[in-house]
């Protein structure tokens, strides 16, 4: 039988925490709770629900869920964000791959999108395949945002969907972008690129049509619109905060100029 740790990352999640705690029970050997320093009542709602709970102070997304996986105590990991949830049909997956001997050493699952009072099943929202399910010897976090699993082979999968209950205003969605391209511009700067004007100019209107067009948003409404709208504005402010950071460079480096 596979014996499988739950593992959660934190910062004030105290709305959303009980319904993905609710969702492992019964699946989970043990949930680990990484938690960076919350204020509200985050930390107490996770031991109600059994969880250990461990404070580490903030530094990216891959670390933190790395630090929960290095310290739970079984060797099958489910990484989960603290607004998403177990499917009833995904509950069963899981059972049934309990019980199971596993040759596989990660699985991905689909994930669908609630947002703005609906599931989101286009715009290049599903199935969005997360990969969750890993043993962590064979596989760990990587990257600054939008973290992935970084490992060898090809990954199986598991039915149902992971329930993800993302913003619930536009308000929200336009600060999550502002939040997440100004990681993304500091990840592209430190990896060397240094090109952004073409790029901040002729990706933008690309993502709008592709994701709006050629993956079907417009078969989510205006949710779609919005989809859309939002994923050419996140491209072109990634790459203008690039152009910022590179221009801070070559001041710098002028200034340094005898």
């Known amino acids: ?29 043990e949930i680990v709770v990484v938690d960076c320093g919350s204020s509200d009542r985050t930390q107490e709602i996770a031991r109600e629900h059994g969880a250990r709970v461990i404070a580490r ?13 290095a310290a739970a105590t079984h060797d099958w990991i489910l990484s989960m964000d603290a607004d998403e949830e177990v499917s009833p049909e995904l509950r069963e997956s899981l059972l049934a791959w309990k019980q199971q001997e596993s040759q596989i050493a990660v699985y991905e699952i689909a994930r669908c999108a609630w ?5 989101i099943k286009h715009s290049g929202w599903y199935p969005d395949r997360q990969r969750r399910l890993y043993r962590r010897d064979a596989a ?16 199986g999968r598991l039915r149902g969907n992971l329930l993800h209950y993302t913003m619930n205003s536009f308000a929200e969605h336009e600060d999550k972008v502002e939040r997440y391209t ?31 067009l ?7 409404g205006y949710r779609g619109w919005l989809i859309s709208r939002m994923a050419a504005r996140s491209v072109w402010l990634k790459f203008k905060k690039l152009g910022r950071l590179v221009a801070t460079e070559r001041c710098g480096n002028n200034m340094q100029t005898p």
């Open 1 to 29: 039988m596979n014996r499988l740790s739950v593992c959660l990352i934190t910062l004030n999640e105290e709305r959303n925490l009980p319904r993905a705690l609710c969702s492992v029970q019964g699946i989970a050997n």
């Open 57 to 69: 102070a903030w530094t990216n997304f891959a670390e933190q869920k790395n630090s929960a996986a």
């Open 115 to 119: 947002y703005l009072g609906a599931w």
């Open 140 to 155: 760990q976090f990587c990257g600054i945002v939008h973290e992935s699993l970084r490992f060898e082979g090809s990954p």
């Open 182 to 212: 100004t990681l993304a511009a500091r990840q592209m700067y430190d990896a060397g690129k240094r090109s952004w004007r073409a790029a901040m100019w002729l990706a933008a209107p690309w993502s709008f049509f592709s994701t709006f």
């Open 214 to 220: 050629l993956r079907g948003g417009f078969l989510d």
